[in-house]
């Protein structure tokens, strides 16, 4: 990692996604990194698109405002995929979507052509593991694929704290194989 990297993730209510934020600043910080997790929601109801950003840099972090150009764009509900998730992205923004399209069907819904493109079907695999659509934390495994903003290893340790039981079990078995499964395309 080099720089500062800035990540937006798309969800909705009750996805988990703040929760993804966190604990992708959680690894960071775990690594000695200098962090940012927030969310930008409202008064919203379960079901309503929310985002949430993470900002992870070798160095302080001076800005605090939202991230309008984001290096990596994750979007965790594909029903929200089309031009909004890609507002703002730069040439060598990263998309990591949770979809069983292919990369091309992808960027043409998002309308990001050029874009970096990896995909993972995380809805199929939450659904396999922990028998619910939750897929923020294999969205996580995805993410540091594309781009290893953290070790695998401090994610799996910092998810491993948050959640307990079988329930940590299945969040570590899916953070894995969404890693292992994501693929650029």
Avoid: C
């Avoid at 994750?74 to 990369?103: C, I, W």
């Avoid at 990001?112 to 593991?129: F, H, P, R, Y």
């Amino acid at each position: 990692m080099r720089g500062m990297v800035e990540v937006r993730f798309h969800g909705r209510g009750g996805q988990g996604v703040w929760t993804a934020s966190l604990l992708l600043a959680q690894a960071g910080l775990r690594e000695r990194k200098f962090v940012q997790s927030f969310p930008a929601f409202g008064p919203e109801r379960s079901g309503a698109p929310v985002t949430a950003y993470t900002r992870i840099s070798e160095k302080p972090i001076r800005i605090h405002s939202g991230i309008y150009n984001p290096d990596v764009v994750v979007v965790v509900d594909p029903t929200l995929l089309g031009p909004e998730v890609v507002e703002g992205a730069k040439p060598e923004t990263k998309l990591v979507v949770n979809t069983s399209l292919g990369g091309r069907e992808v960027r043409e819904k998002a309308g990001a052509e050029g874009l970096e493109t990896w995909v993972v079907d995380a809805s199929s695999m939450a659904m396999k593991i922990l028998g619910r659509p939750i897929t923020n934390t294999a969205m996580l495994g995805a993410l540091i694929r594309a781009v290893e903003v953290v070790k695998l290893e401090s994610l799996l340790e910092v998810a491993g704290e948050r959640f307990t039981g079988r329930l940590r079990d299945q969040n570590l078995q899916l953070i894995r194989r969404a890693y292992e499964e994501a693929t650029r395309d």
